[in-house]
């Protein structure tokens, strides 16, 4: 490199300086500036000195190395080539050379290359003035950068890029809904019906285009708007949190500003997208539904939280949409009376603050979210104070979700209290629970109640997995709180399938299978004497139930080695009680009878107990005889799984009933079986079931006789 070129390399050093304070002269002249120059000495001297520090006394300034400084990109006002001229807000025209810049120079308006500033000169607005020692270039500097998010009062260190992306959506929509806008202004001029003509001479009505337009009259129909605007919220919906955000605060301002043009005109014959009126609050209820939860799902920066309900605050709502005026005031997660409830330390939600009562009261999307966030943290205890002290204005809904109280309960392992919040309302002025749950909730009720296993998720569902949550009731428990869940409630009481569930489950062990299915138990017939004293004992119990008076089952009976038995020995008290007074409400009894699974014994008793009344029996068996009519494939299929010695239990049950219609059950299965040989490739073992138990030699009548007689004969002759 040649002697000039060199001279012309090094012409600046950068020195920066440790005294903030400026104390002389020198340094108060370059306060303000990013660079200070240094005039070199020649080259020769340099050489000489060169092993030396330079040292200067009078600013404590040590340099001990000299480098040609690079020239980084500079506000223009920082420039070092150009002089720069300071006013406070002078817009008209460029000071000085304050227009003249470097390779280097940036707006400070814009944040770019001055070169690229399409207001570097402009009058009126100068961007080649501006510094950051003015108030006014501050603020422009900020509105710049910020653009249509100025509005929402954010800092610049407050806006990331998905405020950014959400404001330039904003801008864009704020365009088009003002060409939308307009246009809804204009309106659309309509012919009336046809007029009768007054001119002379005089034409056919409608034909007279003079008559015509002194009728014709303009309608503002904001469909138009309306459908923009939905189609801005579908795409907000689609956006990250503080983007959407944005995006429904601004719309919800733009629409505010909303006039009707035609006030005095009614609105009755447009549709709802059509009148502004309709219109709005539709909308607004569509915005602000949404912000409320995203205000309690999404966690955004307290600040920020703040700002979004300000801003809300200070849009001027029409008076069509005065109902909105506080609807986002959503307390934060650490409000002090929600914080209090959440950790059980107010179970009423309510306090008082300088002598007025307050109340933990929130719209339903804001309860809804925050059971659905904290039901996604499986904050299960949290869930139940919530609901349990909360008020809502929809009342309805805010019943639907506190009865799901009792599942939150047993997601924590405490079953007696869900079952005595299935049985007792949060307040007076509500109904239990129990008076709300289906026959499949009730199912699973039970089923967790004898396991101690629940879903894993968080609905009331018997498919897909289980997981312990805690200790299964005792049977004495279980039988107590089930029967005093039916016994609530008509609608589960008159249902077959709520009893055969009940049956199931008594009549099943604690563990579930792999898949989440009870295992059955096929329980040995217990004394006679043992039943006798059950059913005895059961009477008193059903009717205790029944009058909500609260009882004990005997120890001596539900808590022996046979309480498995002295449960199912009840269970068929009950059902043979239900039928008595509800048979003609039920739709089907033999999902009963299949509950009882291999336990015939117990199901024997059931018939046994009905033949004391013969138009209870006789009401039964039609019912029974239909379900098997109605269901012959679904027990063709259930008679595969469990083999010819159920099928040939079950056929034997029925058809050495003493009641002629109960057999009639036993030989409409016989039939069944007859005409569907194919599919049951077990028939011929069920044949050597019926000779090897000697069904062929028992007194069962003419009929029956002649029916397993001739099924046997039909398979010996194979």
Not at 13 to 21: F, R, W
Not at 291 to 308: G, N, S, W
């Amino acid at each position: 490199m040649g002697p000039s070129e060199k001279e012309e390399e090094e012409q600046n050093v950068i020195v920066i300086s440790d005294d903030d304070d400026g104390g002389d002269e020198e340094v108060e002249n370059t306060q303000g500036s990013s660079v200070l120059c240094v005039e070199l000495q020649d080259e020769s001297h340099l050489e000489e000195k060169k092993p030396e520090e330079i040292v200067d006394e009078k600013e404590d300034l040590v340099v001990t190395y000299c480098k040609q400084a690079n020239v980084m990109p500079h506000a223009r006002y920082d420039c070092n080539v150009h002089p720069f001229e300071r006013t406070e807000c002078d817009t008209c025209s460029p000071l000085g050379t304050n227009n003249v810049i470097c390779d280097q120079c940036y707006c400070y308006i814009c944040d770019k290359p001055a070169a690229e500033c399409q207001h570097w000169t402009t009058p009126s607005l100068c961007h080649c003035n501006a510094h950051n020692k003015s108030s006014f270039w501050k603020s422009q500097r900020n509105l710049a950068l910020t653009g249509v998010l100025a509005m929402f009062n954010l800092e610049l260190l407050d806006i990331d890029t998905e405020l950014r992306h959400g404001g330039d959506l904003l801008e864009k929509f704020i365009r088009e809904l003002s060409v939308a806008y307009n246009m809804y202004l204009i309106g659309e001029w309509i012919s009336p019906p046809a007029q009768e003509c007054f001119c002379v001479p005089k034409l056919p009505p409608g034909q007279c285009d003079s008559c015509r337009s002194q009728h014709m009259e303009v309608v503002h129909k904001y469909s138009g708007v309306f459908e923009l605007v939905a189609r801005f919220l579908n795409q907000a919906e689609q956006e990250s949190p503080k983007a959407a955000a944005i995006m429904l605060l601004g719309a919800a301002k733009q629409i505010a500003l909303h006039k009707d043009p035609a006030l005095l005109r009614s609105c009755q014959n447009l549709g709802h997208t059509a009148s502004l009126r309709i219109a709005v609050p539709f909308l607004f209820q569509r915005i602000t539904t949404r912000l409320q939860r995203m205000l309690v799902l999404c966690d955004f920066p307290k600040t920020l939280y703040e700002k979004f309900i300000q801003f809300f605050q200070s849009i001027s709502l029409p008076c069509h949409c005065h109902a909105f005026t506080n609807c986002l005031n959503v307390v934060p997660w650490d409000h002090m009376l929600l914080t209090t409830v959440l950790k059980g330390q107010n179970t009423t939600g309510q306090r008082r603050l300088k002598g007025r009562k307050m109340y933990l009261w929130e719209a339903l999307p804001v309860v809804e979210a925050r059971v659905e966030k904290l039901l996604d943290k499986k904050k299960y205890k949290e869930v139940v104070r919530y609901l349990r002290a909360v008020k809502c204005d929809d009342n309805q809904r805010l019943r639907d979700l506190r009865d799901m109280i009792p599942f939150y309960l047993c997601k924590t392992g405490d079953f007696m209290d869900a079952t005595h919040s299935l049985l007792f309302p949060v307040n007076s002025l509500a109904c239990c629970s129990a008076c709300r749950i289906t026959p499949c909730q009730f199912k699973v009720y039970l089923k967790i109640f004898r396991t101690g296993c629940v879903p894993s998720g968080n609905d009331i569902v018997e498919t897909g997995p289980w997981v312990s949550a805690g200790t299964p009731l005792r049977s004495s428990v279980l039988i107590k709180q089930a029967l005093k869940v039916l016994y609530s409630s008509k609608a589960l009481c008159r249902n077959a399938k709520c009893w055969s569930s009940f049956i199931m489950v008594l009549g099943s062990s604690n563990f579930l299978e792999k898949r989440g299915h009870l295992l059955p138990l096929t329980l040995e017939e217990p004394p006679l004497a043992f039943q006798a004293k059950v059913l005895v004992a059961s009477n008193s119990v059903l009717e205790d139930l029944k009058a909500r008076v609260n009882v004990s089952l005997p120890p001596a009976l539900f808590s022996a080695q046979l309480h498995h038995e002295a449960s199912l020995i009840l269970a068929v008290q009950a059902v043979q009680q239900m039928l008595c007074y509800d048979l003609f409400h039920l739709t089907s009894f033999l999902e009963i009878v299949l509950a009882f699974g291999k336990n015939f014994w117990a199901l024997r008793m059931l018939l046994d107990q009905l033949s004391c009344e013969d138009h209870i029996l006789c009401g039964t068996a039609n019912l029974l005889l239909r379900d098997l009519n109605r269901e012959k494939g679904t027990m063709l299929s259930v008679w595969q799984n469990l083999g010819p010695k159920y099928v040939g239990d079950f056929v034997c049950l029925f058809l050495t009933c003493r009641h002629q219609r109960m057999q009639s059950v036993g030989l409409f299965t016989l039939n069944i079986i007859i005409d569907n040989l194919p599919l049951c490739p077990w028939a011929q073992q069920l044949c050597t079931f019926f000779r090897d138990s000697g069904l062929k030699q028992l007194p069962l009548g003419t009929t029956v006789h002649h029916e397993v007689s001739k099924f046997i004969t039909a398979f010996e002759k194979l």
